[in-house]
């Protein structure tokens, strides 16, 4: 994780959590001279629309005193929602056995994507089942990864 994105979420994840909700994650996206900070929050009685609202005024407040971000930016607060994104270990962990998508920031064998079964974590490293090959992906080489909604 790159030191601003750590800074972000160390600034935000309190205030969030002080409003009664589970901080997900956090993601910027530097876009040249516009960039987006995006905040998924999460509850067990799930997201809506007032939720986002109340930490979105919430933030915006602490963005403003802090400052920890040069330049214009969008602020998005979000559910993760059905495809959620994973950031952290614990996160790879809980939905083991799902379908995921990952992609790295580098290859790795040759590749950048990985689609297949999640099988876990071990150490420092997420384990995806790419039919019949797993593979140990370090946590810190992962740009993006999500789960697959399924529709039983």
Known sequence: MSSKLEQLQALLAPVVEALGYQCWGVE???????????????HADGILIDDCEKVSRQISAVLDVEDPVSGEYTLE???PGMDRPLF???QFA????????????????GRRNFQ???????????????????????IESIDKANIIPRFD
């Open 28 to 42: 910027f996206i530097s876009q040249g001279r516009h960039s987006l900070l995006r905040v998924y929050i999460d």
């Open 88 to 90: 952290t270990l614990e």
């Open 116 to 138: 297949g079964v999640l099988r876990g974590v071990e150490e420092q490293d997420v384990i995806v089942q790419v039919e019949d090959h797993e593979y140990l992906l370090p």
């Open 77 to 79: 607060v979000s559910s």
């Open 94 to 109: 809980a939905h083991a056995g799902e379908q995921v998508k990952i992609r790295l920031r580098s290859p790795y064998e």
